[in-house]
Every structure is written in C-alpha cells, then in structure tokens.
C-alpha cells in the first residue's frame, strides 16, 4: 500500500528546533519530489517546502525561508523538514506529500507541530 | 506568494451542480496548467480530486471536473451527493517556482 507517515511534532516554545520525518512505503521513493504541507487550527491549506528527487532543487515559502529546511534520504525512503527559530505562527499539522505532475497525490496523516510558550 | 481567491462558502441541493472558482494571476493559474483541486473532510487529510486543470486521478468519480480561462480555474461538480460535502482547495504552481492554495471553499449540501 502506498503510505506515508509523518512523526515528530510536539510542543516546542518560540524560538525552539523540531526535526519532522516522514516515511514512504509501496513505492519508488527516488522516482519522486515530495512536498511539506501544512494546516494551522482551523485555517486552509500552506505550502511549505518542495525537494525534487535528485536534490538538485529545492524551494521554500517566504514564511519559512531561512529556518526551515529540507532533506530527503533517498537509501531511507525518507524525507525530513527540520525547522528551527520556530514562532507561534508556526503551529500547524505538517503534511508529508508525494508530488505528481506538479500536484500533490499522496498525503500523509499528518503530525501536529504547536509553538507555545 | 498571496493565496488564490476562493469563495468562502457553496451550497447546492443533491442532484444539482456548483462550480467553485479559483482566481489567481498571470504568475500563476494563468501562466501556467498545474492547477490542481483538493477535497478535505474534517479531520482528514486532502485529497487530490483534479490535476493539470482538468485531469481526473484513479477513483475519483467523474461528477469532478476541472477548467481554466485565463487567471481563474474552475472546479465544477455534477449531480451533488450528499457526500460531497466538504473543504475545496485549489492550488498552483507558480513562476517563483514555488506553490500557492487558494483559501478554501466549504461546500454545503441542502
């Protein structure tokens, strides 16, 4: 079954680190880019951060530019989104998602990341 | 990277057909095909109902379809079901290469 799985978030106060991983199962993880997504409480969709699969492209949302960056291991089938100087505005369910065509098929349970002091 | 403009709310009665618009700009819907749409029930993740403006995923039924006329993309729905109620959002790749979603459209079924 194609699969992915998110872990990492918590609670963490302003200006703290986070480290989230996302596992893929039931496909060729080197075949695709993947994204990070996320959802504040009661708010819409945000796109975060997109790595294609060789990592020879990487991108970032204004909003997350600088703090926030992102990797993939390739021989894990895992992609990662460490995320440092974390503000309250950073509080969200982080997606993990699979790109296809420029849109994004698979999605993740997603794991909620709260910044509160 | 400001969102794409969406209706805040829809509603139609079952059996009826709303369409859902997504305006953007040239840097955006306009300037490019990957437009997509994405349906959310509470507490769920999205799910990915139109790729490239027009292109139906496996599984999804073909009461979902998909357009763009310049800088607006529409998602229509046929013959609505009860089970169509839900968060809409629309996405697009932009000329930043980056992503942008619209903010939402709750649809309401009568």
């Known amino acids: 079954e194609v699969q992915l799985v998110e872990s990492g978030g918590g609670l963490v106060q302003p200006g703290g680190s986070l480290r989230l991983s996302c596992a893929a199962y039931?496909?060729?993880?080197?075949?695709?880019?993947m994204n990070w997504v996320r959802q504040a409480p009661g708010k819409g969709l945000e796109w975060v951060s997109y790595?294609?699969?060789?990592?020879?492209?990487?991108y970032y949302a204004d909003s997350v530019k600088g703090r926030f960056t992102i990797s993939r291991d390739n021989a894990k089938s895992s992609l990662y989104l460490q995320m440092n100087s974390l503000r309250d505005e950073d509080t969200a369910v982080y997606y993990c998602?699979?790109?296809?065509?420029?849109?994004?098929?698979?999605w993740g349970q997603g794991t909620m990341v709260t910044v509160s002091s | 990277q400001s969102a794409l403009t969406q209706p805040a709310s829809v509603s139609g009665s079952p059996g009826q057909s709303i369409t859902i618009s997504c305006t953007g700009t040239?840097?955006?819907?306009?300037?490019?095909?990957?437009v997509s749409w994405y349906q959310q029930n509470p507490g769920k993740a999205p799910k990915l109902m139109i790729y490239?403006?027009?292109n139906r995923p496996s599984g999804v039924s073909n009461r979902f379809s998909g357009s763009k006329s310049g800088n607006t993309a529409s998602l229509t729905i046929s013959g609505l079901q009860a089970e169509d109620e839900a968060d809409y959002y629309c996405?697009?790749?932009?000329?930043?290469?980056?992503?942008?979603f619209g903010g939402g459209t709750k649809l309401t079924v009568l």
């Open positions: 998602v699979r790109d296809y065509e420029y849109a994004c098929d698979i």
């Open positions: 039931g496909f060729t993880f080197t075949s695709y880019s």
């Open positions: 790595i294609n699969s060789a990592v020879s492209a990487i």
């Open positions: 040239n840097n955006d819907v306009g300037g490019y095909n990957h």
């Open positions: 490239e403006v027009s």
């Open positions: 996405n697009s790749y932009t000329t930043s290469s980056t992503w942008v």
